[in-house]
Nanobody, 117 residues
């Protein structure tokens, strides 16, 4: 499966962005989809994930501000990001865990989110 991330950009602190991850095939049976991010000089971290059953998981740093969702009809996963902070600045990647193994084996290209103070 190929993943195409989009929606990044420059936003002021307190603003919002919505990232989209379009898949090349049906995501209905993909066990988990996730959004990761990597800031300069830091390790890649899992920001949010959603299972095929709709269960969600968030990093503590984004709880209450970010919302992950999936539209199976459009083969797309979204990350709504509100109340953005400068520390959210990073390249954001979407990823797919086809079998629910906990290992994300398909990755999209990154989309850059820059939050200015």
């Amino acid at each position: 499966v190929q993943l195409q991330a989009s929606g990044g950009g420059l936003v002021q602190a307190g603003g919002s962005l919505r990232l989209s991850c379009a898949a090349s095939k049906s995501i209905f049976s993909i066990r988990a989809m996730g959004w990761y991010r990597q800031a300069p000089g830091k390790r890649r971290e899992l920001v949010a994930a959603i299972t095929s059953g709709g269960s969600t998981h968030y990093a503590d740093s984004v709880k209450g501000r970010f919302t992950i969702s999936r539209d199976n009809a459009k083969n797309t996963v979204y990350l709504q990001m509100n109340s953005l902070k400068p520390e959210d600045t990073a390249v954001y990647y979407c990823a797919a865990d086809l079998l629910g193994s906990g290992f994300y084996d398909y990755w999209g290209q990154g989309t850059l989110v820059t939050v200015s103070s």
